[in-house]
C-alpha cells in the first residue's frame, strides 16, 4: 500500500543550529502539507502545496522556515536557526488529485531542540 | 473561534467496556468531520470520515461515529475496548465544501485499563 514518507524520523539539534525534514508523497498527489503538533495539541498547518507551488503559508513563521517542492513531488521543509520552542512532532500530509479532500498521513519526524 | 471541541483531553475505559469519545463543532454544520487516531510516534490515521448526508458512519478497528445535529456533536464510539485501542484520537472538521483545509481539535488520549 502506498504511504507517505517521512525523514528522518527522530531529530536532536542545538538551538542555532539548521535543520531540514523530507517527505515524498503518495504517487500522484497534488497536495501536500506540512503541519506542526505539539505535544498535547492537535496538528497545525505550516504550509501547503499545489504541485510545485504555495497555496497557503499564512501560518509559516518566515522569519526562521522555508519550505519548497520544487518538482512537484517531494518536498523539504527547513528550520533555521532552530529555537527551543520549535520542538514538536513535524507532519506531513498529501491529497490525490480529483477533489478528495481524506489527508493521507506520514509518520512524522520529531525534533527536540535542546 | 474554535470550530471543534473534543471534551475531555484524557479517557480511561476497561478492556472490553464502551468507548465514548466526545467532539462538538460550532453551530454551523460542517460539511466534513473526521475523527483519526494517532499511536505513539506515529502519523495520523483515519479512522472515519463523515459527511452531513450521514447520521450514522462506521469506521475502521470497529469504531463508529453518530451525528447529532441538535447538540452540534459527532461522538466516536466502540462497543468494546481493546487494549490495541489505546491512543490519541482527534476530530476535525473542514468548514466549508469548497475548502480543502482541515482544523483538528486538541485530542483526547484514549487509556484502556486491564
Known amino acids: 500500500e502506498a504511504e507517505v514518507a517521512q525523514s528522518p524520523r527522530y531529530k536532536i539539534t542545538e538551538k542555532s543550529q539548521a535543520v531540514a525534514f523530507w517527505c515524498d508523497p503518495i504517487?500522484?498527489?497534488?497536495?501536500l502539507y506540512w503541519y506542526r503538533q505539539i505535544l498535547g495539541q492537535g496538528p497545525e498547518l505550516l504550509v501547503q502545496?499545489?504541485?510545485?507551488?504555495?497555496?497557503?503559508d499564512s501560518q509559516l513563521p518566515k522569519d526562521r522556515f522555508s519550505a519548497e517542492r520544487l518538482k512537484g513531488v517531494d518536498s523539504t521543509l527547513k528550520i533555521q536557526p532552530a529555537e527551543l520552542g520549535d520542538s514538536a512532532m513535524y507532519l506531513c500530509?498529501?491529497?490525490?488529485?480529483?477533489?478528495?479532500?481524506?489527508?493521507?498521513f506520514g509518520p512524522g519526524t520529531r525534533l527536540t531542540v535542546l | 473561534a474554535q470550530s471543534v471541541t473534543q471534551l475531555g483531553s484524557h479517557v480511561s475505559v476497561s478492556e472490553g467496556a464502551l468507548v465514548l469519545l466526545r467532539c462538538n463543532y460550532s453551530?454551523?454544520?460542517?460539511?466534513?468531520l473526521f475523527w483519526y487516531v494517532q499511536y505513539p510516534n506515529q502519523g495520523l490515521q483515519l479512522l472515519l470520515k463523515?459527511?452531513?448526508?450521514?447520521?450514522l458512519v462506521k469506521g475502521i478497528n470497529g469504531f463508529e461515529a453518530e451525528f447529532r445535529k441538535s447538540e452540534t456533536s459527532v461522538h466516536l464510539t466502540k462497543p468494546s475496548a481493546h487494549m490495541s485501542d489505546a491512543a490519541e484520537y482527534f476530530c476535525?472538521?473542514?468548514?466549508?465544501?469548497?475548502?480543502?483545509?482541515?482544523?483538528f481539535g486538541k485530542g483526547t488520549r484514549l487509556h484502556i485499563l486491564p
Open positions: 504517487s500522484g498527489h497534488a497536495t
Open positions: 453551530s454551523s454544520v460542517p460539511p466534513y
Open positions: 463523515y459527511t452531513s448526508a450521514a447520521t
Open positions: 500530509a498529501s491529497t490525490p488529485s480529483g477533489g478528495s479532500n481524506e489527508q493521507f
Open positions: 502545496f499545489q504541485d510545485e507551488s504555495v497555496v497557503d
Open positions: 476535525a472538521v473542514i468548514l466549508r465544501r469548497e475548502d480543502d483545509k482541515i482544523i
